[in-house]
């Protein structure tokens, strides 16, 4: 089983739109989770840290279901801006805190 | 706001020869990270390092790599004898503000070994 499974899209919506995007994990022992956003050939930006009691930063809504292994990131109002691939990242404290990345969602929002 | 930078931006290199790559990580930043990614794959964790030493290291990071940091502000990845393979985007990233596990990624260095 890959350490971290999300759908690759993509994903092609209208701006305006709501778009959910979803990501499972392996390893029950991670204890921080994140969302980054990659733009073609750039780095990583982190977007946000995703919190047990679900968090919510402006458009950007993030939920946690430990039990479920499952990590959830919800888009209002998409804008053409919000076009990147979408990176769902659990991290391991008693390794360094390393990063373990999948291959990410990719999303178009379209005029 | 402060950010992490990378040098250079893209080195082009030939095979067997010695590269650094140097980042600058935010300044009370206290771990320090190197990953990678291929073109078109994900990005891999190669190392990371905290209190001036390596914390954990990838199977990437093998003899060929070393990290170090000489300086105050510095952190540098050498690859002693490149190979084909090694040519990829390399990310910096530093950790250990406010928030100890959110990580901050510097622009990167594009490698081409030929």
């Known amino acids: 089983r890959k350490e971290v499974e999300q759908d690759p899209g993509p994903f092609n919506v209208p701006e305006g739109a709501t778009v959910a995007f979803n990501c499972t994990y392996s390893n029950s022992a991670s204890q921080s989770f994140f969302w980054y956003r990659q733009d073609c050939r750039k780095e990583p930006k982190l977007l946000m840290s995703?919190?047990?009691s679900g968090n919510e930063d402006g458009r950007f809504t993030a939920q946690l279901n430990r039990a479920s292994q499952y990590i959830s990131l919800l888009i209002r109002d998409s804008k053409l801006s919000d076009s990147a691939t979408y990176l769902c990242?659990?991290?391991?404290?008693?390794?360094?805190?390393?990063?373990?990345f999948g291959q990410g969602t990719e999303l178009s929002v379209k005029p | 706001e402060p950010e992490v930078t990378q040098t250079p931006s893209h080195q082009v290199t030939q095979m067997g020869q010695e590269v650094i790559l140097r980042c600058v990580p935010i300044s009370n930043h206290l771990y320090f990270y190197w990953y990678r990614q291929i073109l078109g794959q994900k990005v891999e964790f190669l190392v990371s390092f905290y209190n001036n030493e390596i914390s954990e290291k990838s199977e990437i990071f093998d003899d060929q790599f070393s990290v170090e940091r000489p300086d105050g502000s510095n952190f540098t990845l050498k690859i002693r004898s490149t190979k084909l393979e090694d040519s990829a985007m390399y990310f910096c990233a530093s950790g250990g503000g406010t928030g100890r596990y959110e990580q901050y990624f510097g622009p990167g260095t594009r490698l081409t070994v030929t």
């Open positions: 995703v919190y047990s």
């Open positions: 990242v659990p991290t391991l404290y008693n390794q360094g805190g390393k990063l373990i």
